[in-house]
């Protein structure tokens, strides 16, 4: 059976050039890179050749660059370390469709004495930029508004939001995990003081990450110990996963126009021709969405059930975002674009990668009307005519 992956915002295979990079730092090339002597010198300068490798996407200094274990702990470096810097009882701003990691966070912050609004969304999933403005208050200390949605998609207007943000003297952070190496993330370009990375998204290894601090930004630092990271995030370094991580940001930067034009063929025919099944439709922004992403929403159908059909026939996909997907609660983000319960339940989400081909794409786009059929057979909503279907009709 053949087997096809399309779940790539949940995580993207090692590259075969990234793993041969890193080889050499799981052995040979073993030493801590905060030790004086030869073996801790070369890796450090490992350290460094890589930071300036994830600077080079950002365009950015390299000493801008803040290694970390992942995503979370740049999300919850971004949130914690500025409140803990300002201080308590001040004000924070996000969307109401961030990823858990800054969600959660915010509400960590709430209970403990900070002010957070919520900004609703659009039935695209976009924050208007003026409600964010509408919202800064005189105790406002950070705005963080992710640059790409991770389960449908969108695209969200992050340099007019930060143009604002700069404006009126706010830091702003960016949730960056889904974009980096997908589409141009310059950081002066999107305005952005704080932008956070994880490896494995694209390419790289797993269990490494990076937030971006804009020279000059007031924060705290979260892990405290042996000073590394030029005392602003302590822990031995992870040289072989660095090492990673600036082969795929180098490789990604190489790669980023080639593989999205490809990408965005691909996901295109796939949104038309899924389009044609009956009661379906497009979750996130037609057309200022990630390349790779295609999200649909299948009426009468539970997304779970048609995830496992789908396995069986050899195509890896998922209902939303891989960190919530063993929940039974609908997306949050499906719900704030307008969902019901029931029509969020019935998403699916398929994400291509640069190995992907047009023939894969087929295959699915064969596979994928038979599942829907035979669900929709065993429906317990076939008979429920008051059940209305979720149908963006702008354009």
Not at 50 to 65: D, F, I, Q, T, W
Not at 267 to 273: G, Q, S, V
Not at 303 to 308: A, F, Q, V
Request: glycine share 8%.
């Amino acid at each position: 059976m053949r087997r096809i992956y399309l779940d790539h915002s949940a995580t993207t295979p090692l590259d075969r050039e990234v793993l041969e990079e890193m080889k050499p730092y799981f052995s040979s090339k073993f030493g801590n890179a905060s030790s004086l002597h030869s073996f801790g010198r070369e890796a450090s300068e490992a350290v460094e050749r890589s930071r300036e490798k994830v600077a080079a996407v950002l365009k950015c200094k390299p000493s801008e660059v803040f290694f970390t274990s992942g995503g979370t702990e740049a999300d919850n470096w971004a949130l914690k370390g500025i409140a803990l810097a300002e201080g308590k009882n001040k004000h924070i701003i996000t969307s109401s469709i961030e990823h858990p990691a800054v969600l959660h966070t915010a509400q960590y912050l709430e209970k403990n004495g900070y002010k957070v609004t919520y900004l609703p969304v659009d039935r695209y999933g976009f924050v208007n930029p003026s409600d964010v403005e509408d919202a800064i208050r005189k105790d406002t200390i950070l705005i963080s508004v992710m640059h790409a949605n991770n389960e449908i998609g969108t695209i969200e207007p992050i340099e007019e939001i930060g143009r604002i943000a700069k404006e009126r003297g706010v830091c702003f952070h960016t949730d960056g995990i889904q974009s980096f190496c997908k589409i141009p993330a310059e950081v002066d370009k999107l305005n952005v003081d704080l932008f956070s990375i994880s490896a494995h998204k694209f390419y790289g290894p797993k269990g490494i990450g990076a937030l971006y601090i804009r020279e000059g930004t007031k924060i705290e630092t979260l892990l405290h110990g042996g000073g590394h990271e030029r005392g602003m995030r302590s822990g031995t370094e992870n040289v072989p996963g660095i090492v990673g991580f600036g082969a795929a940001s180098e490789l990604g930067l190489k790669r980023m126009k080639k593989d999205s034009e490809k990408m965005i063929a691909l996901r295109d025919r796939l949104i038309k021709e899924t389009l044609k099944i009956e009661d379906s439709w497009l979750n996130g922004h037609p057309v200022k969405r990630l390349p790779n992403n295609a999200h649909f929403c299948f009426g009468l159908i539970e997304g779970e059930s048609l995830i496992l059909y789908l396995d069986e026939r050899g195509i890896a996909a998922s209902t939303g975002s891989a960190c919530s997907s063993k929940s039974l609660e609908p997306s949050h983000v499906l719900l704030r674009i307008g969902l019901k319960h029931e029509e969020a339940h019935g998403s699916l989400r398929l994400t291509l990668g640069r190995e992907n081909t047009k023939e894969e794409i087929d295959y699915v786009l064969e596979v994928l009307p038979e599942q829907i059929e035979k669900l929709r057979a065993i429906s317990p909503f076939k008979t429920r005519k008051e059940l209305s279907f979720f149908k963006p009709t702008e354009k």
